[in-house]
């Protein structure tokens, strides 16, 4: 099964709209990979490895924006720097990455005092 892992949004455009009416699966690195049931043939595995930039950290409002292929583990670094974290627990979260996190719903128990991803997210933009 072959596995593409685009390095920009506008190259992971590029190749959903060459695999238009074929099967897709998108994975981040696959930490969950074991949480499917079972997963019917697809055409492409795309990864978000290659998407883990920062984009914007406004610190001040206690707002970042980063691509989904980032890992929980760099994006708590990122973080760190200005004295602030995203609470969230999930498994694996040296290799968990955002994108993942957030489909998954994978907050762990942290969820109890700050919520759900859902409550965590101001916005998200999808491909």
Sequence with gaps: ??????STVSELAGILKECQGRKVLPLGQGS??????????????LS????????????????VTVEAGMT???????LAERGQWWPVDPLYPERATL????????????RWRYGGIRDLLLGIAWV
């Design 1 to 6: 099964m072959p596995i593409q892992t685009p």
């Design 32 to 45: 969950k990979w074991s949480w499917a049931h079972s997963v019917e043939p697809v055409d492409l595995v």
């Design 48 to 63: 978000t490895r290659g998407l883990r930039r920062l984009i914007d950290h406004a610190a001040a409002d206690l707002t």
């Design 72 to 78: 929980l583990a760099e994006l708590q670094h990122i």
């Design 99 to 110: 994108g993942g996190i957030i489909a998954t719903a994978d907050t762990g128990s942290l």
